[in-house]
């Protein structure tokens, strides 16, 4: 078996729940549950959400909304480590807001009254 990666982008770092999901969906080394934050930081919940951000990984998200409550999270990290089908580089899509541009026209003046 290959040797992790170290955590939270540090050696010694902290595992991250984006350290779980990599795993899933990238790594499947399927050892971070012997890390002593795993309980703490996995949690089924955001694991579905970021799934969910990829079509393929959409049935997996079902799955977790349904049983991830009742299954321990180790039961339930082994079993997507081992089902959920490898991405090449274990990126997810996330959303994020549309920047708004705000566009002011130089030939208006505000005015700000004075006291």
Same mark, same amino acid.
């Given at each position: ?15 991250? %729940? ?11 080394? @399927?050892?971070?549950?012997? =890390?002593?934050?795993?309980? /703490? ?5 955001? %694991? ?7 079509? =393929? ?10 049983? @991830? /409550? %009742? ?7 082994? &079993? ?7 991405? @090449?580089?274990? &990126?997810?899509?996330?959303?994020? /807001?549309?920047?708004? =541009? ?6 208006? =003046? ?6």
């Amino acid at each position: 078996m290959t040797p992790l990666k170290p955590l939270g982008g540090q050696a010694g770092g902290s595992l991250k %729940v984006y350290d779980i999901v990599r795993d899933i969906i990238a790594d499947k080394t @399927g050892a971070l549950m012997d =890390e002593p934050s795993f309980d /703490r930081e996995f949690s089924p919940y955001m %694991v579905a959400r970021y799934l969910s951000m990829r079509k =393929e990984y959409v049935p997996f998200a079902d799955w977790i909304n349904i049983y @991830g /409550r %009742v299954l321990p999270k180790t039961l339930l990290y082994r &079993f997507l480590v081992r089902h959920v089908p490898r991405s @090449g580089n274990g &990126f997810v899509d996330y959303i994020r /807001r549309k920047k708004v =541009e705000v566009k002011t026209d130089e030939d208006d =003046e505000i005015s700000i009254p004075h006291k």
